[in-house]
């Protein structure tokens, strides 16, 4: 059977005068563009860019809410309520939706960022809370979650539409869940190490973890770091090794849409 996958990378989160990445390069590679939202990373005018050029490069893009956090670029959990979360996660879909739309694009998933999405691996109450978020708003909008983890769990007992992520350039442990950055191995940096990898996984519907053991998994889309040195060349590498296999890399057809 022909394998579909979908690539995505966290874009957008340049902030005023602050560049990261390179997002030009990476929309002519990846086929979703997660897009921050003003609270670890972007701005409207950053967030109007990035959705206009993904438009222009046929592009999805989806909602990537984080802990508001500039400082700590969102990869640093806050002490906030369950609460809380899902009204930081309504307030930035809200927003991304309103720069997607006046961008002439449209938001056709959500995916957590950072803390907030590492959090939604082993925590319920988190996990729900981003949930909560997003259906109070878009009940039919897809939630991208992380492979293993409770919002993925949940997020299928609730009926809602879950596309479950790998990461390309992160290992994982024993259980399948994502090492700590501080970890060695849990942030992968040769293309093609990485690219073989990622081959391996979606042949085995697999995670691979750090010892080679492969854990069963649904795998919708796989995620490259769109902060990194060499993430470009990381992107093009991979992409250019699943289409020459015969993997098709391409957007989720739609489902649903908030605008």
């Not at 438009?55 to 700590?72: I, Q, R, S």
């Not at 790998?166 to 024993?174: K, M």
């Not at 950055?181 to 073989?196: C, K, M, S, Y």
């Amino acid at each position: 059977m022909t394998k579909t996958i979908d690539l995505n990378a966290d874009l957008g989160e340049s902030f005023g005068h602050y560049s990261i990445g390179d997002d030009a390069a990476l929309l002519g590679i990846v086929t979703s563009a997660n897009v921050a939202c003003g609270f670890h990373g972007g701005d409207p005018q950053v967030m109007a860019k990035t959705f206009a050029l993904a438009h222009e490069n046929n592009v999805a893009v989806g909602a990537h809410p984080g802990f508001p956090d500039l400082w700590g670029f969102g990869r640093r959990p806050l002490p906030m309520t369950p609460l809380e979360i899902e009204r930081i996660v309504a307030y930035q879909l809200g927003a991304a939706c309103a720069m997607a739309t006046y961008s002439g694009h449209a938001i056709t998933y959500l995916k957590a960022h950072g803390a907030l999405a590492n959090l939604t691996e082993h925590d319920p109450v988190i996990a729900q809370a981003v949930l909560n978020g997003v259906y109070a708003v878009e009940p039919a909008l897809p939630v991208v979650a992380i492979a293993h983890s409770a919002l993925e769990r949940l997020g299928k007992d609730r009926g809602m539409t879950i596309r479950s992520e790998i990461f390309a350039d992160r290992g994982y442990d024993e259980d399948g869940h994502l090492l700590p950055r501080a970890q060695p191995g849990a942030v992968l940096h040769d293309p093609q190490a990485v690219a073989e990898r990622a081959l391996r996984m979606i042949h085995a519907g697999a995670i691979e973890t750090l010892s080679g053991r492969l854990l069963a998994t649904t795998i919708d889309t796989i995620c490259v770091h769109g902060d990194s040195a060499k993430a470009v060349t990381l992107a093009r590498h991979l992409r250019n090794t699943l289409e020459a296999e015969g993997i098709f890399v391409r957007a989720p057809a739609k489902q649903g849409h908030a605008s």
